[in-house]
């Protein structure tokens, strides 16, 4: 039986809250997962070394494609706000490419940028009123470079030259190669002319500035490059990471997840992990806090009429939204992806289990077929719950993070770190590999 019209308008509202996307705090969908009892909350861990440092530091912050780190990364900058900290948020993805090599030299400069655009976006102009591009021309000037040797000719924009015009940005580099150190020299008093400004414009009761430099994850190259472009960021911040801390800024750079794996030790990198619904032991017994919050987020996009309207009965339990929490992983991204193919599936309501079991295998769908070489790799991590990362070299680590990014393996913190693979692919693993087991000849006596 097709839907009323007015069940229609009501499905139609149900599948545009479940939109996956960045939301701010205090946004009536946002679901504070982080922030309930039990949950490790690795915003509040970078909040509170902001709180304990004097005047300026240095974070990486990190999480796989659909973990919400973006939304926390707001929640961090809304939390330092409320406190007095004057947050500027800067998107890496307006000034570089993510498919090419990115330098030191190239980094400061964009990092004098945007800072300098967030600025004036937070209505603070006429503190950096010497824009830092206008200042990056007398720069390259006055230390004799001619803007006609880097492809620069007077009235062209500098920020879009950078981000659209590799040679361009290969000019520039190599120019200043030799110059790091001054170049690092006049990047740092920008930096410090911009804060002592807003602390003027602050007061004494003014605690310090913060940078977020979001999406520099994102910079990962194209089939063709992505060896090269990697490697570029590997180095990045194995070799120049004492040149990105920034005098009396605390700075924080969200970072590709791979870096954890092949520079143990570096610095430390706070990775957003998935929410953890099952305990680390061998019949992955439930963990009661992620439940309560993966079903608090469900309730929160229905809503208490509307939950009841579409699964029959009040929340937030019921066994049909239920067994879509249980396959989903702990990941936002996979569990409105759910919600979402069961608003669409419904035709009477309230919903079927046939719905929901379609719903199911629509999600499954888009994780198959699975290689057998990755089948065995995966089949290890469920058992071990470890990495079992066989190298560090880039072939290994990049699979690794394709796992992680695709939410093949979900990475889980709660104090010591473990890995499991997505319940939505268990049985087709473990069938896999029993399957080429079974190939497998005995071996003789």
């Known amino acids: 039986m097709a839907l009323t019209p007015d069940e229609r308008q009501f499905q139609k509202s149900l599948f545009q809250r479940l939109a996956d996307k960045p939301l701010e705090p205090g946004d009536k969908l946002y679901q504070p997962i982080y922030e309930q009892a039990g949950v490790e909350d690795p915003v509040a861990l970078m909040r509170v070394l902001i709180e304990l440092t004097a005047t300026e530091s240095l974070q990486m912050f990190s999480g796989f494609r659909g973990s919400g780190k973006t939304t926390e990364l707001f929640r961090l900058k809304k939390s330092l706000e409320d406190q007095g900290y004057v947050v500027l948020y800067g998107d890496a993805l307006e000034y570089l490419s993510p498919a090419q090599e990115i330098d030191i030299s190239n980094l400061l400069i964009v990092l004098a940028g945007t800072f300098s655009d967030a600025l004036e976006a937070q209505g603070l102009g006429e503190i950096g009123k010497d824009a830092y591009w206008t200042r990056l021309t007398k720069y390259l000037t006055t230390t004799k470079v001619e803007l006609d040797e880097v492809g620069l000719k007077a009235g062209v924009d500098l920020k879009l030259k950078l981000k659209t015009t590799p040679t361009f940005r290969q000019m520039l580099q190599k120019k200043l190669a030799n110059r790091i150190g001054e170049l690092k020299r006049d990047v740092d008093r920008f930096f410090e002319d911009g804060v002592k400004a807003i602390q003027a414009k602050g007061g004494a009761k003014f605690p310090g500035v ?134 669409l599936r419904v035709q009477t309501l309230p919903v079927t289990e046939e719905v929901i079991q379609s719903a199911i295998v629509a999600v499954r769908s888009n994780y198959l077929p699975i290689a057998i070489d990755d089948a065995k790799w995966l089949d290890q991590i469920d058992r071990v719950r470890e990495a079992a990362l066989p190298s560090t070299g880039q072939e290994h680590v990049n699979r690794l993070t394709r796992f992680l990014d695709t939410h093949f393996v979900l990475y889980f913190a709660n104090g010591k770190e473990w890995y499991d693979i997505h319940p939505l692919i268990r049985e087709e693993v473990a069938a896999i590999v029993k399957r080429e087991t079974a190939k497998t000849p005995p071996a003789k006596a």
């Not at 970072?255 to 619904?277: D, E, M, N, T, Y």
């Not at 993966?294 to 067994?323: I, N, T």
């Open 210 to 343: 913060v940078f977020l430099f979001d999406q520099m994850e994102q910079i990962r190259g194209s089939l063709s490059n992505e060896g090269s472009v990697i490697h570029s960021v590997e180095r990045l911040f194995s070799q120049h990471l004492k040149l990105m801390e920034i005098p009396y800024v605390h700075v924080v750079y969200t970072v590709p997840p791979w870096l954890k794996f092949v520079l143990p030790g570096l610095a430390r990198i706070q990775i957003l992990p998935s929410v953890r619904q099952w305990k680390n032991d061998p019949k992955r017994t439930e963990y009661p806090a992620g439940w309560t919050a993966l079903r608090s987020l469900v309730h929160r996009r229905f809503g208490d009429a509307d939950f009841q309207r579409f699964f029959g009965s009040p929340g937030p339990k019921h066994p049909l939204a239920d067994r879509l929490i249980a396959v989903c992983g702990g990941h936002f991204r996979d569990l409105l992806l759910l919600l979402r193919e069961a608003v």
